[in-house]
């Protein structure tokens, strides 16, 4: 169950920094001169391909889904197909084990990734679709409309979630992956609704925005082509924590036996686990894999949102290079105490004899100095010591 | 009144008594392989009580240089090499760059402070601005009392002219020009012997400008620290610093009496600069501006780097980096400097150029 | 004014839709009590007991909806929540009240924690970025990404049914009557503890990064940059300018998630066997007690909204930007 | 809402009508913001009773400090914001937009240039779609060589020379003076009469802003264009201007042609912020000691809005509004001092008024 | 186990036995007329209060024995019942049991329909006579007789002055051995009955423990902290038995109630009786009980589909000894004769069209699922395609069942004393509705008037030859029709550990239903003795 959701509306000023954590996404136009302007400006393409993180996430993802699609048939045995193996620990035969009928677990969970695959983007799309709509329009237009629009949206934030979609989920006749990617993108859209509507607000009164309007622009197009490709790393994120949401949403559904059963996914896999109380007789590979799957696929998701915030948030981006090579060139980035690295630093340490009487404290009132004197000696240098660095650096 | 003591001579050299002296500081953007090299060995020396004025366009690395001067350069800032000596008052030399994190955190503030353009940014939102800047004198002052602090925060405020029933405000509730001063008044508060400001009146208009730097000029006289002072607005330099330096992608291009550099540039840039605003009064004189746009401080060359925009660059320029050096003008006061090819005739020469002399404009 | 004006319309709005979908959401499932009662059973209860369930709750008689919602809505504001057809005839309130402390000491407790060391370790990561600090990131994701349900029987498993450290199920230990005793506390706390850590570890991450994210934006904002330059300590710069800043929206998203508090962590309930609102919900929902639901709903609604009202007043608090005067 | 301008590429670039002709009018502008929170019926005063004309081919400078009103001036002559009060007209007609075709006549005529050349671009677009959509809409749609001609031409016009090199770019991928010519470019697909520039030039750097000063009034002279010049910069506007305006919140104090403006102001606050302006060439006519901010625009206050700050103020200047007074050829100020009520306040001699607000206003 | 010491430790006079219960925090309600309250949901209602005679479920030809009651004599018809109370039974709070209270218990279901589920709409007057009470029915009870016989009785003194509908139960003053202590959501204490009129028992303290789900309870059950309950272990054997081969026990009792696998006779492909035997002949009835059930459903062989032994007395003599087999030869020989045909492997029905079908459930119920996935195997066998379909409870308890709209489901019955109601529930006409009206039971709309007749003739039958008769009809139906196919039998099952006590109801000596939740907890208890 998400927590960290807030029906707090921003008041103007607060939009700004209260967004910020919540999305992770800030708008990194710093007022901070011409040269942090552009270094704050778009960022270059492909950069979001640079961050590690990032790309781990997509490859990882880009396994789950190649999985979904071939899974059926690189799957060694049909999933629901009974053996007499009957819970077997993982051997080469079955690489996860077997379950109480003796099906295949690693067949189920290749054949289930499709099912979580597909509720979990159809439940991230349709969500997205709906809150983009619904937000982006409040934001747009104020007013009477961005009220009733933005209670509409709290009021889905303050009912809870998962047991609101277990109400839903409890309504509809039959509980197939679509539909309860349906319930969860109808209980789940409102939080990027309201992240949307706040961004679009600051947006509303950009002067570009301004721009295309006293250019004559239609409040379509403005909306369409002006404010949303200026959204679309939130939306990305926004539909990126969907998906995870929907995934963890519905793996608890089957979990708690809401949720149709006869399916594979993952959920499934552990629903049927949990029912033959796999830990308990002990048959771990039952019930850990799926979970790992799952795991595995939330935190690639998460990374790939890291990617996305840090892209659209350069301060967020980490340092650059690996911490290993900065502890190589002695670095720790740290605020307010930049880093002293020379290259040639031999030949610096040296104190110059002529200054050398200056070393000694010679006044008492400042107790810093007593304190400082080895260090003082150390940095007080050659005034006759030539630049040393600029020949290496032409 | 005036910042500037109007004869050049009248004033003591830097050399004669600097209080802090940056030598060959070299700063990089980026721990990666492929750094942007922003300072590449600067040099500049502030005298003692000295209003020392930094200009240049933006992104030159006038920020950069003060914030490395004093190892507050943000992430993923780099110093690469250099040292920057301050001299306290018994006239003992420190390098802050090798200060270790104790040391440097006691030197700050006492010796030197920084203002930093924008004071809406430069107070934190949720305290009281009275607190901000007792909590800077309490951290010197380990035995002061919170009471005496406090005491001395509204003594600094009434020094910039505001009441100190405002300590107990919160920065938002003040106005721009008000923080502004707030911000100055926490800088003094220790009494630094060097003050740099980066770009503290730019946010504000022309009438609340006026304000901030007479009330700088005041201070000074009455405390006697010095300034480095940055702006990339020229005619404010001109009217407040006793010595300016022009910084021109990453390098100090020119560094003179400010009247000298007003009446008299000798590097193009500077003349260029003083020639892309109008005057307010006076004759209205013709006004060129620079042709092109600045370097990408990340695709930097050899040679000089003003030479695609300057009207009097030739092969030469491409080849050879200038030096800073007294300028090759007759009758020039010697300390003032300058970096172009024009005053490095010798060099030209022994580097196989055809040396060409300082062109009219330039010798003015 | 107009501002409080615009809030109080707010919630009143707010408040008025969230009951109202409470309200009707169950009605408009397939099913009734009785008939849940009778399947929940399979076979256990004779078919022929369905009239008299039928009557036995109430439902024998024919009202619209509408006059339904009406009635609802006249005993809403006599405090009346009716009575719950699964425990029947015990008032839903008493229901409720049962149930609530428990779900709130648990997963309040759990919450302040995670709160509290995720803010801390979000602070060191955001404020030590670039080091080793910053390899937790993925191990606190790693835990937030699992499946709740997945770690907690994973836990039971081992702590409880393999090293026998910590209870698998309950409240506290059955033979004790809850008192104030050093005695039942103490077991209060020991059965609490493996719910609560399974608790706290699935959902630290969120604010080790909220917080992580909003220590790097703040740290580079001037005012940190400008503690820095006064010299102040590191501990006063971390946590008195840059983390102080960086609080803020944590903050009112803590007052946000204690709201949630009190929809219980349904699942940790489950799997634990323990007593609490969240249990109480799922049990509701299944055996289509609409009045058990509807005031659990309304619990749930009205703590949020509270804490809604709690997270502008201490953002109020905390940000003084946000209060008007002088 | 006739209009007798065909509009379209095939427009001649020297239009009808001779220059000086009146344009676009504004008639008792008047724009009251209504404060948010609080329930109170509080208002801000951001423009009350402004009339000006702007004319063909020439440029009006319209300065003042920071919030008098100037950026809510544009706006509201954009119809970008509803009027409170008073009327617009664009040849004598009330140009009072009614529905989406009518407004996007009149942005075909009356086209603005925004502040912060980083801010009015989106980042997310091309050189290419923001000049396309800006053609499309006002001059039809153009397709393939010919859109691609038009495009070209546009970029010519606004100096982005070759323009394949700019066509294909993104905003950040440009220097902010390219960006802000882009900007103007997009303003001219419109092929307006009229320009309102939003201080254009504020956000560029010293070098960069003559540029665009150039190329206005270039526009101006080449295609007489009708030029709303803001800026708070009043050396620019003596530069570039043909007459200047002065505000002070939300009023217009004094008005006549910009050079007279600038070397005899004759408004009390006219003659501060001339003074305040730095100026190298006359570092002793600088106005000291000048206190006091603007005054709030929710409770302005009454009569004269400056006089809380006046060194002259009497209580007539406190409790009735002066209107604006022909204080020369074609001059107006809005100063009781210049009315030959008995009790008018007695103003120092132009060139003294430094002196005076120096002497008093420490009182002020 | 974290609490072992609460179950298991202590001195021999102070252990604890601990009942284990899946069902959730309880609210504080003794009343043990009430469905749901927590007496009744946890079973502690059995402790308190008793029934009038013990039955045991697992043998229905055994006699009662009297418990309240001395005796219970029925007319010829089961119209009348006359019941003759025990003497020397006083209440917990020593007042004297009579007649009176008996009677004040009976007549209270029948003023009280919200508290009548066994005999609504069915009590005639009710009186004391003779410190005898007469019990009057509207119709013969013959199949009902046990249900008379464990209805719980309560104190009239206490009673009459209350509305026994919302009444929580008070201090539960009973006759039962136990009184209660003390009552927490999640625990509920009992105590010894000092006023007990039998032995006092042995249990020094009983508790009641609610666990939220059958996981939890599995685990409390594997860990010793439950001693007592009854819920659904997969692989027992290995799960629970495992864990103290010596101590833990599961056994199952008897009884009627069955698992069905109605086929909806009105539609195809079971319109046709045809096929309905074939599936029959194709079902592999121990794969289902071994693999889904884990054995704990034991497997029914008789052809009847009678569960054994409960169910050997009545199974007609034609049958005797006939048990089912998978015989896929057979079943494709009915399918030929009917005129079914293969089309490869694919069966083809008369019509011409491929035989294809549903078999629906609740998801989450996963034997039934498993079963099914069993039966769909057989189906293939034939050659026909079933494919199980999971929905959501609720529309399959509201829509999919009473209506009628599936093919196949699986579906339980209710268990009785008799195999009345089992064949009652599966294919009495009296129950039938047509496709798309509520059915109550015959959901699979089987229709035979004679089958209809015998199951109202043993109902209402004064003679054991004529019932006997009558349902020896019933079955031959049933075997030749197929109406409805028995899968495996759902007898009460309950684990138990003897860690602390031992005496309960054994496979060997199957005394009682070994359930703690019923009347026969009574009897139980009392023959619960401490381990040394
Ligand atoms: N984080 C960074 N990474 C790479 N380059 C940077 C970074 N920060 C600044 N720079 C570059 O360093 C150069 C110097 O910046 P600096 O802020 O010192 O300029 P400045 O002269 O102070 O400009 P301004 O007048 O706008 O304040 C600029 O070209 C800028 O693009
Ligand atoms: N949308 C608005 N709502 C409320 N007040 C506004 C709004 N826009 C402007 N104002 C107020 O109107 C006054 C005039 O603002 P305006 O932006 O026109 O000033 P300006 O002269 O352009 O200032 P600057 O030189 O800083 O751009 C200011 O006090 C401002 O706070
Ligand atoms: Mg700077
Ligand atoms: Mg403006």
């Known amino acids: 169950m998400t927590i960290d959701t807030s029906i707090v509306e921003e008041s103007e000023e607060l939009a700004k920094p209260s967004q910020a954590p919540m999305t992770g996404v800030v708008a990194a136009r710093g007022r901070g001169g011409f040269g942090r302007r552009r270094a704050g400006g778009k960022p270059p393409k492909f950069l979001f391909m640079r961050n590690s993180k990032a790309v781990a996430g997509l490859v990882i993802l880009a396994f789950f889904l190649l999985i979904a699609i071939i899974g059926p048939w690189i799957a060694p045995y049909d999933p629901s197909a009974r053996s007499s193996d009957v819970l077997q620990p993982p051997s080469w035969q079955h690489l996860f084990g077997t379950t109480h009928l003796g099906q295949d677990v690693f067949s189920q969970i290749v054949v289930g990734t499709r099912g979580v695959i597909i509720v979990g983007f159809v439940a991230g799309i349709l969500a997205t679709a709906i809150g983009v709509i619904i937000g982006v329009t409040a934001g747009y237009i104020g007013g009477l409309g961005d009220e009733t629009l933005s209670v509409l949206a709290n009021v889905f934030l303050v009912i809870p979630q998962l047991p609101l979609i277990i109400i839903i989920a409890g309504q509809l006749p039959s509980v197939g992956g679509v539909t309860v990617a349906v319930v969860i993108a109808i209980t789940g859209w409102a939080w990027g609704a309201r992240v949307l509507r706040a961004q679009t607000l600051s947006l509303r009164k950009r002067d570009f925005v301004e721009a295309a309007r006293a250019n004559g622009e239609s409040t379509w197009r403005i909306i369409t082509v002006e404010i949303l490709p200026n959204l679309t790393a939130i939306i990305a994120s926004g539909f990126v924590g969907t998906v995870a949401f929907a995934v963890l949403s519905l793996i608890t559904l089957s979990f708690i036996g809401i949720g149709n059963t006869g399916e594979w996914n993952w959920g499934t896999v552990l629903y049927q686990a949990q029912a033959q109380l796999a830990l308990q007789r002990g048959a771990w590979w039952w019930f850990v894999p799926a979970g790992l799957c799952i795991a595995l696929l939330g935190m690639a998701l998460t990374l790939i949102n890291f990617g996305i915030d840090e892209f659209v948030n350069p301060r967020l981006r980490s340092t650059g290079v690996n911490a290993k090579s900065l502890r190589k060139r002695g670095i720790r980035p740290r605020i307010g105490f930049t880093p002293v690295v020379r290259e040639t630093d031999a030949p610096r340490t040296a104190i110059a004899p002529h200054l050398a009487e200056h070393t000694e404290p010679t006044d008492a009132a400042r107790p810093a100095d007593a304190a400082r004197p080895a260090d003082a000696a150390a940095s007080a240098e050659a005034e006759a010591s030539s630049p040393t660095s600029k020949g290496a650096r032409a | 009144m005036t910042l500037t003591t109007p004869e050049t001579g009248a004033r003591r050299a830097p050399a004669d008594d600097p209080v802090l002296e940056i030598r060959n500081l070299s700063v990089d953007y980026g721990y990666d392989d492929d750094p942007v090299h922003v300072l590449r060995d600067v040099s500049l020396t502030l005298g003692r009580g000295e209003v020392l004025g930094l200009a240049g366009e933006s992104g030159c690395g006038k920020s950069t240089l003060a914030y490395a001067a004093t190892r507050l350069l943000p992430p993923p800032g780099l110093i690469t090499g250099g040292e920057v000596l301050f001299t306290g008052r018994d006239g003992r030399k420190t390098d802050i760059l090798r200060l270790d994190d104790q040391s440097l955190r006691e030197s700050r503030w006492q010796d030197l402070a920084i203002v930093f353009q924008g004071a809406m940014n430069s107070l934190s939102p949720v305290y009281r601005i009275g607190r901000q800047i007792a909590d800077g004198i309490l951290a010197h002052r380990p035995g002061m009392s919170k009471a005496d602090a406090m005491a001395r925060a509204a003594e600094m405020l009434e020094l910039v002219g505001i009441s100190p029933d405002r300590l107990r405000s919160y920065p938002h509730q003040l106005s721009g020009g008000m923080r502004q001063r707030v911000m100055i008044a926490m800088a003094l508060a220790l009494e630094p012997q060097v003050l740099i400001m980066d770009e503290p009146t730019t946010a504000l208009d022309v009438v609340m400008q006026r304000q901030i730097v007479e009330q700088i000029a005041e201070l000074r006289d009455r405390l006697g620290f010095s300034v480095i002072f940055i702006t990339h607005d020229v005619s404010l330099l001109i009217e407040i610093a006793d010595r300016i330096a022009i910084m021109y992608a990453g390098e100090i291009v020119e560094d003179a009496a400010s009247l000298d550099v007003y009446q008299r540039p000798r590097h193009p840039y500077s003349s260029a600069l003083l020639h892309s605003f109008p005057p307010l009064r006076g004759p209205r004189r013709e006004l060129t501006g620079i042709p092109g746009s600045p370097p990408d401080l990340a695709k930097l060359g050899g040679g000089c780097h003003f030479r695609d925009r300057c009207a009097f660059a030739w092969d030469a320029c491409a080849a050879l980096a200038p030096r800073l050096t007294a300028p090759d003008v007759a009758d020039d006061d010697p300390r003032r400097t300058t970096a172009c090819l024009r005053h490095e005739p010798e060099r030209v020469a022994a580097a196989g150029f055809e040396a060409k002399p300082v062109p009219a404009e330039l010798a003015g | 004014m107009r501002f409080f004006l615009r809030r109080g319309l707010f919630y009143v709005i707010t408040f008025w839709a969230a ?9 408009i499932m397939p099913g009734d009590p009785v008939r849940a009662l009778i399947a929940r059973n399979q076979g256990r209860i004779p078919s022929e007991a369905e009239a008299s369930l039928r009557i036995l709750f109430g439902l024998d008689q024919d009202t619209t909806l509408w006059q339904q919602y009406l009635d609802y809505w006249a005993l809403l504001f006599r405090g009346d929540l009716g009575i719950s057809f699964t425990y029947f005839p015990t008032p839903v309130s008493d229901v409720i009240a049962q149930a609530l402390p428990w779900t709130i000491g648990l997963v309040g407790i759990a919450t302040i924690l995670s709160f509290t060391i995720g803010t801390l370790l979000g602070t060191g990561i955001g404020w030590r970025r670039g080091t080793w600090a910053d390899s937790l990131l993925p191990i606190s994701t790693f835990f937030s990404a699992v499946p709740y349900f997945w770690l907690a029987l994973i836990a039971i498993t081992i702590f409880s049914v393999t090293l026998g450290w910590f209870p698998a199920s309950g409240s506290y230990d059955r033979s004790l009557i809850p008192m104030w005793s050093w005695e039942f506390v103490g077991s209060v706390i020991y059965y609490g503890t493996l719910p609560a850590l399974t608790i706290v570890i699935s959902s630290i991450s969120g604010w ?32 008195g300018y840059a983390a102080r800043n960086a609080i803020l929206p944590q903050v009112s998203s803590f007052a946000l998630s204690l709201g949630f508090i009190v929809g219980g962590t349904l699942v940790m309930e489950i799997v634990f066997s323990y007593q609490g609102i969240g249990y109480l919900l799922f049990t509701a929902v299944a055996a289509k007690d609409y009045p058990l639901m509807q005031g659990i709903f309304l619990v749930i609604t009205v ?21 008007q005067e002088g | 809402m006739t209009s007798l301008r065909i509009p379209g590429p095939d427009r001649p670039d020297a239009p009808t009508g001779a220059p000086g002709d009146v344009v676009l009018q504004a008639v008792d502008l008047r724009k009251h913001f209504k404060l948010k929170g609080l329930g109170s019926r509080d208002v801000v005063h951001a423009v009350d009773d402004v009339n000006f004309e702007l004319r063909r081919g020439r440029v009006l400078a319209l300065v003042g400090e920071s919030g008098s009103g100037k950026s809510t001036i544009a706006r509201l002559l954009a119809q970008l914001m509803p009027l409170t009060g008073g009327s617009i007209r664009l040849h004598g007609e009330d140009a009072a937009v009614r529905n989406r075709r009518s407004f996007r006549r009149y942005v075909g005529r009356v086209q603005m240039i925004f502040q912060d050349p980083f801010g009015s671009l989106n980042p997310v677009h091309p050189v290419r779609h923001i000049l396309t959509r800006s053609i499309r809409i006002h001059r039809g749609r153009l397709r393939g060589a010919e859109l691609e001609e038009a495009l070209v031409e546009l970029l010519d016009r606004v100096q982005l020379k070759p323009a394949e090199r700019y066509i294909e770019k993104y905003p950040h991928e440009l220097s902010g003076g390219q960006r802000q010519r882009v900007a103007i470019a997009r303003a001219l697909a419109a092929d307006p009469e009229v320009l309102l520039a939003d201080e254009p030039i504020s956000m560029l750097d010293v070098s960069i802003r003559l540029g665009i000063l150039n190329l206005l009034q270039d526009l101006r002279d080449r295609l007489h264009i009708a030029i709303l010049y803001i800026t708070h910069d009043i050396a620019s506007a003596r530069y570039f201007a043909d007459r200047t305006m002065v505000m002070y919140a939300g009023r217009i104090v004094e008005s006549g042609d910009s050079e007279s403006v600038t070397q005899d102001p004759k408004h009390p606050y006219t003659q501060l912020l001339v003074r305040s302006a730095p100026d190298p060439d006359d570092l002793e006519a600088r106005a000291r000691g000048a206190r006091g901010e603007a005054p709030s625009l929710v409770k302005p206050p009454s009569g004269c809005r400056f006089n809380p700050r006046c060194p002259f103020a009497t209580d007539l200047c406190r409790t009735e509004v002066p209107p604006l007074i022909s204080v020369g050829d074609e001059r107006e100020a809005a100063c009781w001092g210049y009315s030959d009520r008995p009790d008018r306040p007695v103003l120092a001699p132009a060139g003294r008024g430094a002196e005076r607000i120096e002497t008093e206003g420490g009182a002020a | 186990g974290c609490s072992g010491d609460s179950g298991g430790g202590g001195d021999t006079g102070t252990k604890v036995l601990t009942v284990g219960m899946p069902n959730g925090p309880q609210q504080e309600n003794h009343n043990p007329l009430a469905t749901g309250s927590a007496s009744l949901s946890l079973g502690y209602a059995f402790a308190v209060y008793e029934s009038l005679m013990q039955v045991n479920e697992i043998d229905p030809t055994e006699a009662p024995t009297p418990w309240l009651a ?31 209270d008996i009677a004040f218990s009976i007549q209270l279901r029948k003023d009280n329909p919200e508290l009548n589920i066994d005999f609504p709409d069915q009590y005639g007057d009710i009186s004391v006579e003779d410190g005898k009470v007469v019990v009057n029915f509207t119709t013969g009870q013959f199949v009902n007789e046990v249900k008379l016989y464990k209805l719980l009785i309560v104190p009239e003194h206490i009673w009459a002055s209350e509305n026994p509908v919302d009444f929580a139960g008070g201090d539960m003053i009973g006759t039962g051995p136990f009184t209660l202590k003390t009552f927490t959501p999640q625990a509920v204490t009992l105590v010894p009955n000092e006023n007990y009129w039998g032995e006092k028992p042995k249990v020094a303290q009983l508790r009641y423990d609610a666990f939220n789900d059958n996981a939890g309870l599995t685990t409390a059950l594997t860990t010793g902290e439950a001693q007592w309950g009854w819920t659904f272990i997969p692989d027992y054997e290995e799960t629970f038995i495992a864990k103290n081969p010596e101590h833990y026990h599961q056994v199952a009792g008897g009884g009627f109630g069955v698992d069905v696998l109605y086929l909806n006779n009105e539609t195809k492909p079971f319109d046709d009786p045809a096929f309905r035997q074939a599936l029959n002949m194709a079902i592999d009835y121990a794969d289902i009980t071994e693999t889904a059930g884990y054995g704990v459903w034991p497997e029914i062989t008789s052809v009847t589909g009678l569960p054994q032994p409960s169910g050997d007395a009545f199974i007609s003599d034609a049958y005797q000894g006939q048990e089912r087999e998978v015989d896929i030869d057979g079943a494709k020989q009915v399918l030929t004769d009917a005129g079914y045909t293969w089309d490869g492997e694919a069966l083809v029905d008369p019509d011409g069209e491929k035989v294809s079908f549903k078999l629906t459930n609740p998801s989450g119920w996963t ?5 099914l996935a069993i039966i769909s195997e057989g189906a293939a066998e034939l050659g026909a395609e079933a494919t199980v379909d999971a929905i959501v409870q609720d529309t399959w308890f509201n829509d999919t069942i009473p209506f009628g709209n599936f093919q196949a489901s699986l579906h339980w019955t209710d268990g009785g004393s008799t195999p009345w109601n089992m064949y009652s529930n599966i294919m009495d006409g009296a129950s039938y509705v047509p496709l798309g009206e509520t059915a109550n039971w015959n959901f699979g709309r089987y229709q035979n008037d004679e089958v209809t007749q015998a199951l109202a003739t043993y109902k209402a039958a004064t003679t054991d030859e004529e019932r006997q008769a009558a349902l020896d009809l019933v079955q031959q139906r049933y075997v030749e029709d197929v109406p409805g196919i028995v899968i495996w039998s759902r007898p009460a099952v309950a684990q138990y550990s003897t860690v602390n006590y031992t005496g309960f109801p054994t496979a060997e000596d199957p005394y009682a239903n070994p359930q703690p939740t019923g009347p026969q907890a009574a009897l139980i208890l009392s023959k619960l003795v401490p381990t040394e």
Do not use: C, H
């Open chain 5, 367 to 371: 034997d039934y699922l498993d079963a």
């Open chain 3, 19 to 27: 009951v109202t979908i409470n309200f009707f959401i169950p009605r």
């Open chain 5, 70 to 100: 001395e005796s219970v004599e029925w007319n010829p018809e089961y119209t009348q019942a006359i019941i003759t109370p025990r003497e020397g039974v006083k209440w917990s709070d020593g007042e004297d049991f009579t007649a009176d």
């Open chain 3, 208 to 239: 080790i990064l909220g917080m992580r994210n909003m220590m790097v934006t703040v740290s580079s904002e001037d005012y940190v940059t400008v503690a820095q330059a006064k010299g102040l300590s590191e501990r006063a710069v971390m946590f």
């Open chain 3, 303 to 323: 703590a949020v909204l509270i804490a809604n009202i709690v997270a502008d007043i201490a953002y109020g608090i905390l940000d003084p930007r946000t209060r």
